[in-house]
């Protein structure tokens, strides 16, 4: 079965830095790949996906996430952090086949001024 | 714009009551799926459905059951509440995978469901 870690169950940046969320898959083949953000007492949004179309998949509100096949990673990225990024995001991925999503245990991103 | 809604935002209840939690999609999605969220832990799906009628079990089942009667709604049961239920529910809808991997899920805003 697949698993999905990352790194860090909080990260803290300052407003302007840039963002890094880490995420790597165990498959040996890669999955489907997933990146969904949660605002404060709200449910998940979708942030960006991996389609195989490109390698570098570019989502909502300026982030972007990299597909390694090499390190089996997938990690998110936002050149300048706003405050308003603060929020705890999941990575998630899906086996070739299945509907159902393997998340990870998110990480909270905290933006001080 | 796909909209997922439950029946509830704050829930608060007693050990040993039947609780439901309703959810209702509105985009003709075949799956539906129920997870609970706990710091720390992530996401864990407790049961998902493919269709009317037809249900799975997901990695955490054990004191729960569902019931999906029409396309659209999809309930998650607690058929005697205890406070290890204490969380958060979140319920989420998808076209099928099949053909279609890239498709994502669309969640609801949650349920927070508090067992006294």
């Known amino acids: 079965a697949q698993s999905v870690t990352q790194l860090g169950s909080h990260v803290s940046v300052s407003e302007g830095a840039l963002v890094l969320l880490r995420c790597n898959y165990s498959s040996s083949v890669p999955p489907y790949l997933f990146w969904y953000v949660q605002y404060p007492n709200q449910g998940l949004q979708l942030l960006l996906k991996?389609?195989?179309?490109?390698?570098l998949v570019k989502g909502i509100n300026g982030f972007e996430a990299e597909f390694k096949k090499s390190e089996t990673s997938f990690h998110l990225t936002k050149p300048s952090a706003h405050m308003s990024d603060a929020a705890e995001y999941f990575c998630?991925?899906?086996?070739?086949?299945?509907?159902?999503?393997?998340f990870g245990k998110g990480t909270m991103l905290l933006v001080s001024p | 714009d796909v909209k997922v809604t439950q029946s509830s935002r704050y829930l608060v209840k007693r050990t040993g009551e039947k609780v439901f939690l309703e959810c209702v999609q509105d985009m003709d999605h075949e799956n539906m799926f129920w997870y609970r969220q706990d710091p720390g832990l992530g996401l864990r799906l407790i049961y998902f459905s493919y269709d009317v009628k037809m249900k799975e079990k997901g990695d955490i089942p054990e004191g729960y059951s569902v019931s999906r009667e029409k396309k659209e709604r999809f309930s998650l049961i607690l058929e005697s509440a205890s406070t290890n239920q204490t969380s958060m529910y979140l319920c989420a809808s998808s076209p099928p995978a099949s053909g279609r991997p890239y498709n994502e899920q669309f969640f609801g805003p949650g349920t927070r469901l508090t067992v006294l």
């Open positions: 998630a991925v899906r086996d070739s086949g299945y509907s159902t999503l393997t």
């Open positions: 991996y389609t195989s179309a490109a390698t």
